[in-house]
DNA sequence: GCCGTTTTCGGCCCGACTGTTTTCAGTCG
């Protein structure tokens, strides 16, 4: 995709900018403005034919042009000339932990390293401590640092996230010197993936809580150990990062925790120009004398925001894409919650790939509170997931009949229905028009070309029959990317058909993901947020869907599965 | 390189930890 392109190049400015030695605030304005790129909705190719390039937040004239550059000679006259200056795997070592860009500066210009092998090379043999400012404590840390790359220290999704933020939370919440825990950084704003695992604690004695920490039985070994800091690594390779703060710090520490930095850096700004302080303590009058007992504020995020003039901001929204601006004229959205929830719409029994019958489904979709459910079993032509025939449909239609006779939930009879390579699906119209809800899925025909897909999943917002597109974007976390979708004319067809979009909320999923979200949301497409359960565990995953869709800023009046059965059942297609 | 209710120049968030020093630089979040 075009914006992850661009601001990938403008982070690998960034990069050899820093290696240079450049002006510190210019090489900050490319890692905003590549952050910024990346939260931008529409396709940067739709902006600059608007002309619209330098409204995005963080991009100027110059950018703008840059940008422009690339759209239309698919290459930027500056980055191709810096790139000369500065090999290309020297850039790689500054993702070694450890290594910044004075220290690959250093190994290049007197050893003429540019790359990971040779670094490692160098330091196994002992080369590296004859360096000025480098001893063998340095050696070994580069050494450590280039296991811990080769490992691939790769980010992770949600659900694996919290199983591991869980542990460590539980083990540590009753620990006598703990007074609050909570978990921070893009864990708690629930980015759909995360790197590591940060957790706060507020205390009178950090160096036990430290201690405690350390010893946590999942602990591997430990990579830092300070009076207020610490991090470790999992057995999993999981790097998990404690700070401890006193306990009339804790808000403004998991303000400061939480990030993101973008919001951090300009909530601070926000607190200067009013002549105040933000850190990890709270807020200070900014000519006081350092006085930390002397906090205006810190207790908790919400008086911090208070004093600044705005409402408390969830965390989900913390992005610096508006939410300040927002808080600050009071627009705020009221944010949906997996209590709004009614009911789920895309789910497997035994009739095709689930591992529960549908009267278990039911069951434990009503102990979650809600009204209804889709049983949205496979259709014929997925095989592998042992999709119905229509022997198999008929009895399934009558066992939920039955089963709605006896049952506090309303059972819905749904089919989550192949699209084919053209669009077309692999039960008739006929046999359509039976189902309570049809969800439309995209299965195989992942590469085809970004015109070919758009126009399938186009062709189904057109079928008068399929209600819900489940997982629009194809992606899975660890096994393929999204698929290429032109999304300005897809969320249009959407929009102008009535069909519902998912946000699905397989931790390996989460498709369409926020920024799609937002996106589908501002092009006026309904969403279903569902959960694709195969099992009944698996009921809960609904928490990281709704956190898609706070993500993407929806209240519960953008989501279809928010409405009563019969509010449902009036504004869905037919 | 961006940005503006101290506005077109002169600022740009703030602090902890480590390893190397003898007061600090580099890195990280």
Redesign the pocket.
């Known amino acids: 995709m075009l914006n992850k392109k661009v601001a990938d190049i403008f982070r690998n400015i960034a990069h050899i900018l820093e290696i240079k030695g450049d ?1 510190p ?2 090489i ?3 890692l ?2 590549a952050d910024s790129l990346e939260n931008v909705t529409e396709d940067l190719e739709d902006v600059e034919r608007e002309g619209r390039l ?1 409204q995005i ?8 042009a840059k940008i422009s550059e690339f759209i239309g000679f698919d290459r930027i006259k ?1 980055y191709d000339e810096l790139k000369k200056e500065v090999p290309g795997g020297l850039l790689d070592l ?1 993702s ?9 500066k250093l190994l290049y210009d007197k050893l003429k390293i540019a790359d990971i092998n040779t670094l490692e090379k160098y330091a196994r043999e002992g080369k590296l ?1 004859n360096l ?10 580069i050494l450590r ?1 280039i296991e811990l790359v080769k490992k691939g220290r790769e980010r992770m999704d949600l659900g694996t996230a919290f199983i591991t933020a869980d542990k460590f939370i539980s083990l540590l919440q009753d620990k006598p010197y703990v007074k609050k825990i909570s978990f921070a ?1 893009s864990l708690r704003r629930m980015k759909d993936t995360v790197r ?1 695992i ?1 957790i706060l604690i507020s205390s009178a004695h950090p160096e036990k809580v430290i201690d405690d920490f350390t010893r946590v039985e999942e602990v591997k070994s430990i990579l ?7 991090a470790v690594l999992t057995g999993d390779g999981v ?1 998990v ?1 404690l700070r401890v703060v006193p306990d009339n710090s804790f808000g403004a520490a998991l303000l ?2 939480s ?1 993101s ?1 973008a919001h ?2 300009k909530l ?2 926000l ?3 009013k ?1 105040l ?5 709270g807020v200070f009058r ?1 000519r006081s004398v ?1 006085d930390r007992a002397k906090a205006i504020a810190g207790k908790t995020e919400n008086e911090i925001y208070k004093l600044l003039g705005m409402p408390f901001i969830e965390p989900e929204l913390r992005e610096d894409n508006g939410e300040l601006e927002a808080a600050l004229k009071n627009k705020l959205p009221v944010l949906i919650n997996s209590d709004d929830i009614k009911g789920d719409l895309h789910m497997h029994s035994l009739y095709s790939d689930g591992h529960y019958s549908i009267k278990d489904m039911a069951n434990a979709a009503l102990k979650k509170g809600y009204d209804y459910v889709a049983l949205t079993d496979h259709s014929i032509a997925l095989k592998v997931a042992n999709g119905l025939d229509l022997a198999a449909l008929k009895r399934k239609r009558l066992e939920i009949e039955k089963l709605n006779k006896g049952l506090k939930i309303r059972i819905l009879f749904g089919t989550e229905v192949e699209l084919d390579n053209d669009g077309n699906t692999d039960y008739s119209d006929k046999v359509l028009s039976e189902f309570d809800i049809v969800v439309g899925a995209i299965h195989s025909g992942f590469r085809q070309p970004k015109e070919k897909i758009t126009k399938r999943l186009i062709k189904a917002c057109r079928n008068r029959h399929i209600d819900i597109i489940a997982h629009p974007t194809g992606r899975l976390w660890g096994v393929r990317d999204a698929y290429e979708v032109d999304f300005g004319a897809f969320f249009k067809a959407a929009a102008d058909t009535g069909t519902f979009l998912e946000i699905n909320s397989f931790p390996t999923r989460l498709d369409l993901n926020d920024v799609n979200a937002r996106h589908a949301k501002e092009s006026g497409v309904k969403i279903a947020i569902s959960t694709d359960s195969h099992h009944i565990a698996q009921l809960d995953f609904i928490r990281f869907g709704v956190a898609v869709a706070r993500r993407a800023w929806m209240t519960k009046h953008d989501v279809a599965n928010t409405l009563s059965l019969k509010e449902l059942m009036r504004v869905k297609k037919k």
Do not use: C, M, W
């Open positions: 002006n605030f210019k900050r304005a490319y905003k403005a330098a937040e963080g991009i100027g004239k110059d950018l703008a500056y500054l070694i932990p450890g290594v910044g860009p004075k220290t690959a401590r000025e400012g480098l001893k063998e404590k340095t050696e070994e840390n640092g950084g590591d940060d830092n150990k300070g009076d207020t800091k610490s790097q990062d400061y925790f990030g930095k951090n850096i601070r700004q607190a200067q120009k002549g302080k933000i850190n990890e303590y900014a350092e």
